[in-house]
């Protein structure tokens, strides 16, 4: 650490220097902000107001480590081990993905379809840190949440979130490919999947913070058949979604036609396509006749 003083503003100038070296300036300011509030609990206001407060040297090296890890493009919600889905605070770490807005927008979606049918089941497919099935066992109490996911690594981290959480849900482990494991599991009256859907090609457009830090098996899928997962779920939910069960998907933003496709052809009507709050196809829908 050089730094010409321990005071806030001066180390605050010295590290947007660095961080501005890979980040935006605007960034940047926001990421500095978010370590000074978590591990010293002074908000930007704060900071703002007392620009010559002085750093002790035990939290001038709190923020030095973090910002040394930020430097490395890894994501601030793995150094911090936690990232906030709506109102949960969950655990994260490399074995799951970071939970997404656009991920908070399908649970909302699906939230708001539900909250009038108490009582009924739900499997959330690849629940990472769980924090599909979580947030819809927090916003619809009455309802049965079961999740699965092929990382035992992640399953872990569910579980963890789940029991500090004081949520009710049956968390267990599944190969969505695995069919042999599919007749001991019962139907449900709703399906929901964020599945790995970026493909190979989209590489190139993903920044190292993703690349070199999240887990590759919950991303990506191959250019030759970017729908698998979705396919093997339709076919799970043959014996396994209740006649006039719903199903709902995050969709990749370039496959919203090919996702209202196949939903018809497997059968399922009121096939609908929702963008994110980007303008992007992100959700798809559909009931079960």
């Not at 220097?17 to 509030?37: H, T």
């Not at 090919?258 to 559909?286: P, T």
Request: proline content about 5%; charged content about 25%.
């Amino acid at each position: 650490m050089n730094f010409s003083t321990n005071k806030i503003k001066d180390i605050r100038e010295t590290y947007l220097r660095e961080l501005g070296l890979i980040y935006s300036e605007q960034e940047a300011s926001a990421l500095f902000d978010m370590v000074i509030e978590y591990r010293l609990g002074m908000k930007r206001l704060d900071r703002i107001l007392n620009p010559d407060l002085r750093l002790s040297e035990s939290d001038m090296l709190k923020v030095h480590f973090d910002i040394k890890e930020l430097k490395k493009y890894r994501p601030i919600q793995y150094i911090f081990g936690e990232a906030w889905f709506g109102d949960l605070r969950l655990k994260v770490n490399e074995h799951v993905l970071i939970p997404r807005p656009e991920t908070e927008e399908l649970s909302a979606w699906v939230a708001d379809d539900l909250k009038a049918h108490p009582g009924i089941s739900i499997l959330d497919i690849g629940t990472g840190s769980g924090c599909i099935a979580l947030s819809l066992a927090a916003k619809l109490p009455s309802t049965v949440i079961s999740a699965c996911d092929i990382s035992s690594g992640a399953l872990e981290m569910a579980i963890e979130n789940a029991a500090r959480l004081k949520l009710k849900t049956n968390l267990f482990r599944m190969d969505i490919f695995e069919r042999s494991a599919w007749p001991a599991l019962p139907a449900y009256d709703v399906i929901v999947s964020n599945p790995p859907y970026v493909t190979f090609s989209d590489k190139k457009e993903m920044l190292p913070n993703v690349l070199n830090y999240e887990p590759p098996i919950a991303l990506f899928v191959s250019d030759d058949n970017p729908l698998i997962y979705y396919i093997e779920i339709l076919e799970f939910s043959r014996d396994h979604l209740n006649s006039s069960g719903k199903i709902y998907f995050e969709i990749n933003r370039r496959f919203g036609r090919e996702m209202i496709e196949l939903l018809s052809a497997y059968g399922f009507e009121n096939v609908e396509v929702r963008k994110d709050l980007s303008g992007h196809d992100r959700m798809a829908g559909a009931t079960k006749p």
